[in-house]
T-cell receptor, first 111, second 114 residues
Framework: QQKVQQSPESLSVPEGGMASLNCTSS?????YFWWYRQHSGEGPKALM?????GDKKEGRFTAHLNKASLHVSLHIRDSQPSDSALYFC???????????FGSGTQLTVMP | EAAVTQSPRNKVTVTGGNVTLSCRQT?????MYWYRQDTGHGLRLIHY???????QIGDVPDGYKATRTTQEDFFLLLELASPSQTSLYFC?????????????FGSGTRLTVL
């Protein structure tokens, strides 16, 4: 079973700061990396996906993928208290029905 | 935004009890999934389905049954609940199998087995 490793487990940043989350997969047959965000008491919601090497930017969120190392990072600039949440990385693979999720990074943005 | 509705929101049962968790999606999605979420383990797939009457086994299926009665409805059954099944359960759906297809989650059911 392929694994998805996330780091750090938890992260605190000041309001207005930059948060950086990391994710590595063991599956070289991956198609997409996904980032999902889960606020307390809610279900996870998709933030963005990436499948090409390099950066993908959506507002304050930038994902960076290095396909050779199977590593993706998520950078949140100008972090807001509303960004405080559990962030999951997930991987979809060719021929598979499912997304494989990592164990998550708990982000706290301090006012 | 795609809609996935789970019920109940919270459930408490005793060891050996029967529990049914319900999920309905009104997105006309073919694929539906049941996950459990536990601290340190992330989201783990229990069962999934690609249409009414279809069922596929996920990564942690022991102690769980599931049934997809219609395109919209997917149920998770615990026939002899155990304390190890205390968890937060999520249902999800998506339209297709392409890697770029978004997975939409419900709000979850928190199950406690005493």
């Amino acid at each position: 079973q392929q694994k998805v490793q996330q780091s750090p487990e938890s992260l605190s940043v000041p309001e207005g700061g930059m948060a950086s989350l990391n994710c590595t997969s063991s599956d070289r047959n991956f198609q997409y990396f996904w980032w999902y965000r889960q606020h307390s008491g809610e279900g996870p919601k998709a933030l963005m996906s990436i499948f090409s090497d390099g950066d993908k930017k959506e507002g304050r969120f930038t994902a960076h993928l290095n396909k050779a190392s199977l590593h993706v990072s998520l950078h949140i600039r100008d972090s807001q208290p509303s960004d405080s949440a559990l962030y999951f990385c997930a991987v979809s693979s060719s021929g598979s029905w499912q997304l494989i999720f990592g164990s998550g990074t708990q982000l706290t943005v301090m006012p | 935004e795609a809609a996935v509705t789970q019920s109940p929101r919270n459930k408490v049962t005793v060891t050996g009890g029967n529990v049914t968790l319900s999920c309905r999606q009104t997105n006309s999605h073919n694929y539906m999934y049941w996950y459990r979420q536990d601290t340190g383990h992330g989201l783990r797939l229990i069962h999934y389905s690609y249409g009414a009457g279809n069922l596929q086994i996920g990564d942690v299926p022991d102690g769980y049954k599931a049934t997809r009665t219609t395109q919209e409805d997917f149920f998770l059954l615990l026939e002899l609940a155990s304390p190890s099944q205390t968890s937060l359960y999520f249902c999800a759906s998506r339209a297709g199998l392409g890697g770029g297809e978004t997975l939409y989650f419900g709000s979850g059911t928190r199950l406690t087995v005493l």
